[in-house]
Nanobody, 122 residues
């Protein structure tokens, strides 16, 4: 498994932007697919975005497509989520995850960060 630590969350007005980062420990980071999930109060954790191990393919939830961009920097052992045109419904705790395959399913990921809070005010 790989250790993951998210950062970059905060409070932003609707229409604003935030950039989340996820730092990974271990020399095998480049072997893992990475994903971002989010969980709002009273709701299940849901898929946001994923990227393959080599960064060649990205997946997005329909709700964030065109607004969010996932990227990875293998040299820095990090993955980022650039979030633009934020909406109040994007408010949630955002989690970084690592797994063997880029997927929309939580079951595909076996390492998770502690989460970072994103709050979008209207």
């Amino acid at each position: 498994q790989v250790q993951l630590v998210e950062s970059g969350g905060g409070l932003v007005q609707a229409g604003g932007s935030l950039r989340l980062s996820c730092a990974a420990s271990g020399r095998t980071f480049s072997r893992y697919a990475m994903g971002w999930f989010r969980q709002a109060p009273g709701k299940e954790r849901e898929f946001v975005a994923a990227i393959t191990a080599n960064g060649g393919i990205r997946y997005y939830a329909d709700s964030v497509k065109g607004r969010f961009t996932i990227s990875r920097d293998i040299a820095k052992n990090a993955v980022s989520l650039q979030m633009n045109s934020l909406k109040p419904e994007d408010t949630a705790v955002y989690y970084c995850a690592a797994g063997d395959m880029a997927s929309r399913s939580r079951a595909s990921y076996d390492s998770w960060g502690q989460g970072t809070q994103v709050t979008v005010s209207s």
